[in-house]
């Protein structure tokens, strides 16, 4: 959610040896001017508050879905469990000919695994769910009574029934975006979850066992009869059929629903198109300095929805049922109300969760009151306003020396715009970006773009460092480190990743900020936005002379858990260069929904994944784009004259 100092917008700061670590966090833009008629925009209450509150009262769908776990269960425990189903008509049934009783035994059991898994799905209001379930009911009525012989089970599967029918006007929700990974993420689940109530089920019935077998005999068992097959294990009576049909019918429930999640009809995930992209510039070049993320909306892997008049737009992507805006609305301030409800509209109609992850002071006030959702504060941005940027004074002394230090070792800095260069050099630095990712994925969400050198981007701005010097250059000559930035409006530019070679000198990161910020005033830039810091005040706070123990108690566990997602250290990267800081807020319906929009979050953010292994995507992406070798054209020793955008610390000062 955050820059990545060495990789991408991850929120790594580097250590001496140039490795990171990244961690989840958010920048945030400059808030933009009040909309006419709307209330300035209060402080959030803190969120010991807001859990006071609680969460919703419970909905209908909620109650059914939760009931209709239960019934599952139900279901589950009469087709294991002999105790839990014994009764005399059941004593009866066992002595009859034919396969009823352990073909409703196993009828039961799917019933309630699959009445298990739709639970979810009934509480999220799914339309898909709610048809399912109408058919599992009556099936395992049928099996509850058939086998368990259980009157008391059946009238409360058709109690449900009969309220799941009521209430059928509650289930209108349209099906979430399909994902490739959902089939494979079932097949390991229901695997897995076939296996362990496989190994309850051949061991419930100890009296009906012949001999002692081992639990290597009886895992074997139940994967052969995952398959349909027997096993080495043999039962006395009936008890041997009931097995034989149970495992089956669990390895068939698992190779169901994993085609079913393969093949099934795909409801279209949300994307940007062609007539998407240009709309949203069009706006971006009438209202895009109010926002420092306003230029990250142009990512093709996001959905947008217009208001009715077209002059305001949400950019947003689904994970995990959590639809995720990012920053502020694009657009005029005065047409953001509509594009906000038709936001709300569309995540009704899917019973998505809303949420949305670092929108100004202003952006939360008016999500706030146009929605009824609720705002907290992630943390702060840091934005340099550059005619007050200098490397004089004290509090620049660590900046200066380590800058002075770098260029004093042959490095040179050159910043120019992605539209001045040529299309050998872009794809030289867009393999180098790639290669020098310090993760396994390409991180970013809602403050990163997810390209670089795109033709439609030339008004971004790309910072480089180099070592012409250097006697042994590397795949991509003496290029050491890039840093990219997206345009804010006219006036301004806002980081979108850092990335440089593990093999360069550290201070990379600070020579280049040093480096932008100096030649910002030549591209017409007079404000760049950094870095978003989260929970920054807290720890600012924190450290004062004074502070009580809940808020030293709360940076102490901020500082704990920087070990591994460097919160504070990146709080003091950006403060090395006296920004001012831009708070920015998380907008969410209930304390509740916080986790689950988190988790969403970090998948979206590429925290959370699943993806091919390293190795084989960069085989495949050197494949496609050759890093060329050599040095780059313009930089070797023949070659070796001033550079308009080559600055150096002693200029800066």
């Known amino acids: 959610m955050s820059v990545t100092l060495d990789g991408d917008k991850s929120g790594s700061v580097p250590d001496r040896s140039g490795q990171s670590t990244g961690t989840p966090s958010n920048k945030s833009p400059k808030s933009p001017q009040h909309p006419q008629g709307s209330q ?30 239960f019934i599952g269960l139900v279901d589950i425990t009469a087709g294991v469990f002999p105790r839990f189903r014994h009764s005399r008509m059941h004593s009866l049934a066992e002595v009859l000919p034919g396969a009823l009783g352990p073909f409703a035994a196993a009828l039961s059991l799917s019933a309630g695994v699959l009445l298990l898994l739709l639970a979810h799905g009934l509480k999220r209001r799914k339309r898909r769910a709610w048809r399912a379930t109408v058919f599992l009911l009556p099936v395992g009525t049928v099996a509850q009574f058939g086998y368990r012989h259980s009157l008391i089970g059946a009238l409360l599967s058709l109690g449900l029934l009969a309220l799941v029918v009521r209430h059928r006007g509650e289930f209108a929700a349209l099906p979430d975006p399909r994902s490739r990974w959902r089939a494979l993420a079932n097949f390991v689940v229901m695997g897995a979850g076939s296996i362990g109530l496989g190994l309850v089920i051949v061991s419930v019935h100890p009296h009906r066992t012949i001999g002692n077998p081992s639990l290597s005999e009886r895992l074997e068992h139940v994967l052969y009869g995952l398959f349909g097959v027997d096993g080495p294990i043999d039962y006395r009576g009936m008890v041997s059929g009931t097995v034989g049909y149970s495992l089956g019918a669990l390895g068939l429930l698992t190779a169901l629903t994993t085609a079913y999640l393969a093949f099934r009809p795909a409801h279209p995930v949300a994307h940007l198109t062609a007539d998407d992209e240009r709309r949203l510039r069009a706006l ?128 040179v800095t050159r910043v120019r715009r992605v539209g001045d260069l040529s299309d050998d050099e872009v794809e030289r630095i867009r393999g180098a970006a790639d290669d020098w990712r310090g993760t396994d994925t390409e991180r970013g969400f809602s403050m990163a773009l997810g390209r670089i050198g795109d033709p439609a981007d030339g008004d ?91 808020l030293r108690g709360w940076r102490g566990l901020l500082v704990f858990l920087s070990r591994w997602f460097q919160i504070e250290s990146l709080y003091r990267f950006n403060a090395k260069f006296q920004p001012r800081w831009e708070p920015r807020y998380v907008v969410f319906r209930s304390p509740g929904d916080l986790p ?31 890093p060329g070798g050599g040095r780059t054209p313009g930089t070797g020793p023949a070659d070796r004259r001033p550079d308009p955008g080559v600055r150096t610390a002693r200029e800066m000062a």
């Open 40 to 69: 300035q925009p209060q402080q959030p209450q803190s969120l010991a508050r807001r859990l006071l509150r609680g969460p919703h009262p419970e909905s209908v769908p909620w109650l059914v879905g939760t009931a209709c776990a």
């Open 284 to 411: 971006l070049d009438r209202h895009g300095g109010r926002d420092s993320l306003g230029h990250f909306a142009l990512r093709r892997d996001k959905g947008v929805v217009f208001s009715p008049s077209g002059k305001a737009a949400v950019c947003y992507r689904v994970v995990s049922g959590v639809m995720l805006a990012s920053g502020d609305p694009i657009g005029d301030v005065e047409a953001w109300p509509g594009a906000i409800e038709r936001f709300m509209d569309e995540a009704k109609a899917h019973s998505w969760t809303p949420a949305v992850m670092g929108c100004s002071e202003t952006g939360g006030a008016v999500w706030t009151r146009e929605t009824g959702l609720d705002a907290l504060e992630l943390g702060d941005e840091a934005v340099v306003d550059v005619p007050d940027f200098s490397l004089r004074g004290r509090a620049m002394r660590n900046v200066r020396q380590m800058v002075t230090r770098i260029e004093r070792a042959g490095y």
């Open 460 to 550: 971004s701005v790309i910072a480089t460092a180099h070592r012409p010097d250097e006697e042994a250059p590397g795949p991509y000559g003496d290029l050491k480190a890039v840093l990219h930035f997206v345009p804010w409006g006219t006036d301004g530019m806002s980081l979108d990743l850092m990335r440089r070679d593990r093999s360069a000198d550290p201070g990379m990161n600070e020579l280049l900020i040093v480096a932008a910020l100096g030649a910002a005033p030549a591209l017409g830039v007079v404000r760049v936005s950094l870095n978003f810091a989260m929970f920054r005040s807290a720890l600012a706070r924190g450290e004062r002379l004074g502070a009580g123990p809940v």
């Open 596 to 626: 689950r929009i988190g988790f969403a979050a970090m998948q979206a953010e590429g925290f959370v994944t699943l993806s091919l292994p390293r190795p084989l995507r960069r085989l495949g992406r050197t494949r496609r784009h050759p």
